[in-house]
């Protein structure tokens, strides 16, 4: 009996180790996945008499700034990246420009000179959190502002990763806009946070200054910030989804002719948001392209 006894020991004891060595136990959980169970508190700075809403998250010695789109806001726009990026390879900061998520009150009311504003915002932001330097993840809008951020602001940028952005507006592009100008025409997953956030009033407002201000850029002959791509002297990674409704592949094409280090990587079933469907893959990319030594 105690020859069995011994040998059933024995394989409770192998069977025991072997459920401990596991990579899926709670013993050997990943360390990423164990931060989120409690979620990272957001903070505020005042920012030329602005409040700005921002969360800096990881201990890695290469800072990430990103930028959200329009409306966006740190959650909505990048909650894959601020829970599947390294964060012993990265320190992730993620904030909202004025108007976006809790960077309110006031609430914004757009003009033509957003992109700028917003660049030149986060300028001082990062400025004022010793954040420098970093490579900047910009979407839609905020790649935008993040193309003018690396023109003006090249000291402080070592690389640019953009999509869903473009520099120019031409006519089939305000078609596209006006498509989406009236909130009832966008779909329950897209429009219920926001409404939930914002309201359903001042997003329509706000949406409608957004279309407004796209009109008058327009109306201006087109041009966002083309003019500035010849100044983008980092290393600039452009990534586009081939069947995004709002920005067709002309844009990145452009882009690809007018920014000195830029490489283009496209997602052939991609919409707009590729960085939301396409996480995992989106993520190792980036790390990927951030952490090479490009000459």
């Known amino acids: 009996m105690h020859s069995i006894d011994k040998y059933k020991n024995m394989a409770i004891l192998k069977t025991l180790h072997k459920f401990l060595s596991s990579k899926n136990t709670l013993f050997h959980m990943n360390r990423q996945k164990m931060a989120f169970s409690i979620k990272p508190k957001e ?53 909202e420009p004025p108007g976006h998520g809790f960077s309110r009150p006031p609430e914004r009311i757009l003009t033509s000179k957003f992109y700028e504003e917003d660049a030149d915002t986060a300028n001082d932001l990062i400025k004022a959190l010793k954040f420098e330097p970093f490579s900047l993840l910009g979407w839609s809008d905020g790649g935008i502002s993040g193309m003018i951020f690396a023109a003006k602001y090249p000291q402080s940028i070592e690389k640019l990763v953009i999509w869903g952005a473009n520099s120019y507006v031409h006519s089939k592009d305000i078609e596209n806009y006006e498509s989406i100008r009236n909130i009832k025409n966008w779909s329950e997953r897209a429009s219920a946070p926001l409404k939930k956030l914002y309201g359903a009033e001042t997003l329509q407002d706000v949406q409608n200054s957004w279309c407004d201000a796209m009109l008058e850029i327009k109306r201006k002959g087109g041009d966002i910030c083309g003019y500035l791509l010849e100044k983008i002297e980092c290393p600039t990674l452009i990534l586009h989804g081939d069947k995004d409704p709002l920005v067709g592949l002309e844009h990145p094409e452009h882009l690809m002719t007018k920014i000195k280090r830029a490489k283009l990587h496209r997602f052939p079933e991609g919409k707009h948001n590729i960085h939301l469907r396409y996480a995992k893959e989106f993520n190792d990319i980036v790390t990927e392209f951030l952490l090479s030594k490009m000459k």
Not at 64 to 90: H, R, Y
């Open 43 to 95: 903070e505020f700075i005042d920012i030329n008499s602005k409040k700005i809403n921002y969360l800096k998250i990881g201990n890695g010695p290469n800072n990430i700034m990103c930028f959200p789109g329009a409306l966006g806001t740190i959650w909505s726009d990048f909650k894959p990246q601020i829970e599947g990026l390294n964060q012993d390879v990265f320190t992730v900061l993620v904030w």
